[in-house]
C-alpha cells in the first residue's frame, strides 16, 4: 500500500466485509481473498462468473472456462448421487448432515421431504 492508509486495518490482518467492498480491495491489490481448503459453492459460482468476464474479452479464455465448468458438474453430480443416497436412507444421521454445506442441506431436506411423502403415499401411515 505503500503510503496509503487503509482504514484501521494492518498489513497481513484478516477482517470480514462485505463482498463487494472485498472484491473491489483484491482487484485494487490492497487486498487477497483467504484461501480455503475447500472450494464453496458461492466461491464456484463466483469463479465461473470471472471466466465468463474474461472470456468476452478474451476468447482464449474459453478453454479455461469449459474446464472450470465441467470440473463444477462433475463435483456438483457426485454431490448430488450422494444427498440422494443419505436423504433415502431413512435415518437421521446428523453426523453426516452436519457436514453439508447450507444449500446441500437445503437440498437434503427437500429430497428427504419428497421421499417421505413418496412412501406415505404408497405405504400410507406405515412409510417409516
Known sequence: ??????????????????????????????????????????QVRRLIKELKALEAKDRAKGRDLDKALSLS????????KKI???????????????????EELALYQSIRSSIDAWKRDILGREAS
Open 73 to 80: 458438474r462433475d463435483i456438483v453430480n457426485i454431490r448430488i
Open 1 to 42: 500500500m505503500g503510503d496509503r492508509v487503509l482504514g484501521p486495518y494492518r498489513q497481513g490482518q484478516e477482517v470480514e466485509l462485505p463482498l463487494w467492498i472485498a472484491t473491489h480491495f483484491v482487484q485494487m491489490g490492497y487486498a487477497k481473498f483467504r484461501e480455503e481448503d475447500q472450494l464453496t459453492y458461492f
Open 84 to 102: 440422494a443416497s443419505l436423504s433415502a436412507s431413512g435415518e437421521q444421521p446428523t453426523e453426516l448432515t452436519s457436514n453439508l454445506t447450507a
